[in-house]
């Protein structure tokens, strides 16, 4: 059966990558994110899959309740939902402004809250659903200088938690995977701010590279298949071993 299936933050990085590989699994993507989810789309649909881009802002509540709404109307029910949407901030703490506390978790947290509310009621209808959060191996390490962030996705954490256990019952699983060092323009920034050396890092890390977008989107296309009927509440680290 085809499955609908929306990625935020899928224009980008883990989530581009998440959005290509459901495609090519079959399934129906829409892709939300703030700029390129037409292109994104439009290039899944080249390579044959099937696709559309929205312009969403998922820490506009309203604006997400729009766009789950035109998915619903225009490609079905959607079964699936990966929440990759996410930006990150780095800093001293103390230099940390309330307003880029806010900011961080108003996309990171409540972002990610929206989108479950809102797909939530189609996938009890279908008695059928997959949801798979992106979090942070920040959450078990720690990050210096990025506590906006780490509360942030160890608030996602908890959230997948809590939707498993109430959402279960429904045929419906929530997962997170929290990845760890992959080679996205997120990471890059990062590096280019000075807050990280990815040649240090990868001599640090197990299998000896850094992780690429595919990685995680090879452990999601598992995490939403059938298959996974029975694998729920999860963390699954995708990390090279960094954190285990
Ligand atoms: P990325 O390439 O920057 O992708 C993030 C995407 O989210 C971008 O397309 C961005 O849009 C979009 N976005 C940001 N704010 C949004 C909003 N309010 N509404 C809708 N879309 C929004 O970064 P990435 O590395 O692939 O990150 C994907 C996820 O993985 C993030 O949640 C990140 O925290 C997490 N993660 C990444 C790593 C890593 O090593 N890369 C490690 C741990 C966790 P614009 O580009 O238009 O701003």
């Known amino acids: 059966m085809t499955r609908?299936?929306?990625?935020?933050?899928?224009?980008?990085?883990?989530?581009?990558?998440?959005?290509?590989?459901?495609?090519?699994?079959?399934?129906?993507?829409?892709?939300?994110?703030?700029?390129?989810?037409?292109?994104?789309?439009?290039?899944?649909?080249?390579?044959?899959?099937?696709?559309?881009?929205?312009?969403?802002?998922?820490?506009?509540?309203?604006?997400?309740?729009?766009?789950?709404?035109?998915?619903?109307a225009r490609l079905g029910r959607p079964a699936i939902l990966v929440t990759s949407a996410g930006v990150t901030v780095d800093g001293p703490f103390l230099d940390l402004s309330a307003e880029t506390w806010e900011r961080v978790?108003?996309?990171?947290?409540?972002?990610?809250?929206?989108?479950?509310?809102?797909?939530?009621?189609?996938?009890?209808?279908?008695?059928?659903?997959?949801?798979?959060?992106?979090?942070?191996?920040?959450?078990?390490?720690?990050?210096?200088?990025?506590?906006?962030?780490?509360a942030s996705k160890s608030?996602?954490?908890?959230?997948?938690?809590?939707l498993a256990l109430e959402f279960g019952r429904h045929g419906i699983t929530v997962n997170t995977i929290p990845p760890g060092f992959i080679d996205t323009p997120m990471l890059r920034g990062t590096e280019e701010r000075g807050s990280l050396d990815v040649a240090l890092q990868t001599a640090k890390t197990p299998v000896g590279r850094i992780g690429t977008p595919e990685d995680i989107a090879a452990a999601c296309a598992f995490l939403v298949s059938e298959e996974a009927g029975y694998v729920t509440g999860q963390v699954l680290g995708v990390n090279g071993g960094r954190n285990t």
């Not at 409540?110 to 979090?135: K, N, Y």
């Not at 608030?155 to 809590?162: E, I, M, P, Q, Y």
């Open 105 to 150: 978790l108003t996309v990171n947290l409540t972002g990610t809250f929206h989108c479950c509310q809102a797909v939530l009621p189609d996938m009890i209808a279908e008695g059928w659903g997959r949801i798979v959060t992106i979090s942070s191996s920040s959450v078990h390490s720690g990050a210096a200088r990025m506590a906006a962030y780490v």
């Open 155 to 162: 608030g996602v954490v908890g959230l997948t938690k809590v």
């Open 4 to 72: 609908t299936a929306i990625v935020t933050g899928g224009a980008s990085g883990i989530g581009g990558a998440i959005a290509r590989r459901l495609a090519a699994d079959g399934a129906t993507v829409a892709i939300f994110d703030l700029t390129g989810a037409d292109t994104a789309a439009a290039a899944i649909e080249e390579a044959g899959g099937k696709a559309t881009g929205l312009a969403v802002d998922v820490s506009d509540q309203p604006a997400v309740t729009e766009a789950v709404a035109e998915v619903r």
